[in-house]
Structures are given as C-alpha cells and as structure tokens.
T-cell receptor, first 115, second 112 residues
Framework: DTGVSQDPRHKITKRGQNVTFRCDPI?????LYWYRQTLGQGPEFLTY????????KSRLLSDRFSAERPKGSFSTLEIQRTEQGDSAMYLC?????????????FGPGTRLLVL | QKEVEQDPGPLSVPEGAIVSLNCTYS??????FMWYRQYSRKGPELLMY????GNKEDGRFTAQVDKSSKYISLFIRDSQPSDSATYLC????????????FGGGTRVLVKP
C-alpha cells in the first residue's frame, strides 16, 4: 500500500508526558499537512510543509507543539507536557503540489488519549 | 460562527434511498470543494472534488456547488449499508498549498 501512513495508531499517555507521532506521506508528495480532529468535529488545520520548509502554522499550534520534516520526507509532530485537552485524533495528509488543483490524501490518524 | 456549517445528523435512511447532504460557508475565497467519507476511527477518504460552481457526477455520487448561495451538496443514490459513515465537506482557497477548512461532519446511517 502506497498511501499515507502514520505511527503509532494509538497512544495513551499521562498528563505532562511528551509524545511524538510520525507521518510518512505518499511517495513524491512534496506537501504535508497536520490536522487535529476531536470527537464529533471536523479536522482542524495545524501546520503545513512544502518539502522541508514549514510554511504555515495555525494558532491552535501552541508552543508545546513542534513539527518537523527533515529532508522533505517523513514528518514528526511532538507534543510536550501533554494536557487532557490534547486528546484527539491527529491526522496527516499529503499532496503533490504541482498544480493549483492539488488533492490532499489523508492517513489513518493517530488517536491520542491523555489521562 | 464557523466558516463552514454542516448539520451533524444523524441522518437515517432505508437502503436504496437517496442521501442528501449539504454545507453552507461564509468565506467567498473558497474555490475548491471536496467531500470526504470517514468511517469510525479511520482517516477521511476523498469522495468528490469540484472546482467553483456546477455539478459533478461519479457513479452513485453527485456533488453540486452553488457559489452564489455559498452552498454545496452531495447526493448518494441507491444507498447501501456500507455507505454508513460520517461525511465531511471541505473547502479551500485558490492558492496552492491552501489548508482545508472542514465542516463538522454529518453522520449517515443506511438501514438494510
């Protein structure tokens, strides 16, 4: 399967711990997005990379959150000092940004539960 | 007020019925409109993708966009129990690399 993959699929952690998620985009996709989805809501944009450059960050991305995309391939999203309000599904999407009509393809998500 | 409004449902229909879903939006900069299907605890799967106003048909799915009314619709004909899922509308501006803005999703249940 050559779709977007995310790891881990589930993570349970205690409040105050740090967690890191990984996203592997579709091969050759130069754009990578992170979204957060809480129960009963649609996904909300967090941040976006074009190759290795982080081009946009939402105000939802507090200073406890950091994302990287070294070498323009996989990406990691780290949450430091987790809070119960961080419990959500974290979704990664990628796109081939060649034309204006790009399409974002989503991975299966990482479900985070902060106790 | 949210930029994209979508009735959360649930919408319950008998198998074989037409499912009608819609979203309204407030941002006139939105140019690209999408519908995603999301099964429980899974990632969103792209169903339909349209640009500007008009209709697009793909198998049992028809997407409509009315930019003058800031209103988009998705119709599912001959619905099947496997269509039971949450349907998310999403939209973005014209510039490449634009983030998607989603509605809250409508939960659909197709009863056999």
């Amino acid at each position: 399967d050559t779709g977007v993959s995310q790891d881990p699929r589930h993570k349970i952690t205690k409040r105050g711990q740090n967690v890191t998620f990984r996203c592997d985009p579709i091969s050759e996709h130069n754009r990578l997005y992170w979204y957060r989805q809480t129960l009963g809501q649609g996904p909300e944009f967090l941040t976006y990379f074009q190759n290795e450059a982080q081009l946009e960050k939402s105000r939802l991305l507090s200073d406890r959150f950091s994302a990287e995309r070294p070498k323009g391939s996989f990406s990691t999203l780290e949450i430091q000092r987790t809070e119960q309000g961080d419990s959500a599904m974290y979704l990664c999407a990628s796109s081939l940004g060649v034309t204006e009509q790009e399409t974002q393809y989503f991975g299966p998500g990482t479900r985070l539960l902060v106790l | 007020q949210k930029e994209v409004e979508q009735d959360p449902g649930p919408l319950s229909v008998p198998e074989g019925a037409i499912v009608s879903l819609n979203c309204t939006y407030s941002n006139s900069a939105f140019q690209y409109f999408m519908w995603y299907r999301q099964y429980s605890r899974k990632g969103p799967e792209l169903l339909m993708y349209t640009y500007s106003s008009g209709n697009k048909e793909d198998g049992r799915f028809t997407a409509q966009v009315d930019k003058s009314s800031k209103y988009i619709s998705l119709f599912i004909r001959d619905s099947q129990p496997s269509d039971s899922a949450t349907y998310l509308c999403a939209m973005r501006g014209r510039a490449a690399g634009n983030k998607l803005t989603f509605g809250g999703g409508t939960r659909v249940l197709v009863k056999p």
